[in-house]
Nanobody
């Protein structure tokens, strides 16, 4: 099993920034990609961004130019730098890792954007 531990969520004003972190458990390996998803109240969970072990990234259109995903392969950690946040970004953000065709999810971290 891959265990994912997220941190960095919180309350931020519109236009502000947050940086989320997600660390996979030690002894994890062969993680093909890691990513961030989010689920707002009353909404379906949606893809935010992904990054492969090779560094290729993919972003949802709604966050392009504002969010940056990065990965430290040595630490099996993925980051999501979120800038220019707006209330529509309010959601529970979940980290996901894919390993050997299996998906693993973090516990989720709340991001609230409100003035």
């Amino acid at each position: 099993q891959v265990q994912l531990v997220e941190s960095g969520g919180g309350l931020v004003q519109p236009g502000g920034s947050l940086r989320l972190s997600c660390a996979a458990s030690r002894n994890s390996f062969s993680i093909n990609y890691m990513g961030w998803y989010r689920q707002a109240p009353g909404k379906q969970r949606e893809l935010v961004a992904t990054v492969t072990s090779g560094g290729s990234t993919n972003y949802a259109d709604s966050v392009k130019g504002r969010f940056t995903i990065s990965r430290d392969n040595a630490k099996n950690t993925v980051y999501l730098e979120m800038n220019s946040l707006n209330p529509e970004d309010t959601a529970v953000y979940y980290c996901k890792a894919r390993r050997w065709a299996s998906d693993y999810w973090g516990q989720g971290t709340q991001v609230t954007v409100s003035s």
